[in-house]
């Protein structure tokens, strides 16, 4: 059956291929940049965040996971690619990074409850962890996110709903938390202009 005959058939078939280990292989093995900058709100903020064993979800070129384990952080990295999970573990090794590079597909992950103090979750959405990580962070741990909102289609890429944040939700699914930080808008700080909310809040 065409994706496009009903909208939950559409956001099956678009994760099937836009999430899928070869199209991301194949993106990774083109990424000249590794493993890049880290992102500004997690440079403009570690030093809101507490001292211990990190989670980066969806880490892609890992950028965000050395820039932790190059501050001493413990660091468990998360992605469905097995290139960036292997030039992240090459990376790590060279470096004597402490990176626990895993290949798994996020939908299918399953975190580990009151294990971290900190998790990052940036430019992915999978709504179903949530709840996990809100479990998966210690007492005092803290949640980073940021990732795009509905407003993101009038800048590029991901056009699909399925991937973008409707207004508010990222801060309504984790009010339960201590929120120290959220802002929804469109950012231009990295050259190009993109709608995205930033969240940073604590489990008390």
Known sequence: MPC???????RKCFREIEMSPDTWNERYNHDFDFPGAPA???KENAHLLPWGKALDLAMGTGRNAIYLARKGYEVD?????EVAVEKV?????????SINAIQKDLTQFEIAENTYEVILNFYFLERLLFTQIKKGLK???????????FEQPRYGRP???????TPNELLQS??????IFY?????????ESKAIASLLAQKR
């Open 4 to 10: 496009v005959l009903r909208l939950n058939l559409e």
């Open 40 to 42: 500004s709100f997690l």
């Open 77 to 81: 990295a998360i992605d469905i690619s």
């Open 89 to 97: 573990r090459q990376y790590a090794q060279k470096e004597s990074l």
């Open 139 to 149: 007492q005092g741990g803290v949640i980073i996110f940021e990732t795009y909102t």
């Open 159 to 165: 056009h699909n709903p399925a991937y973008l944040l």
């Open 174 to 179: 984790f009010a339960d938390l201590s929120i």
């Open 183 to 191: 802002h929804e808008r469109v950012d231009t700080k990295e050259g």
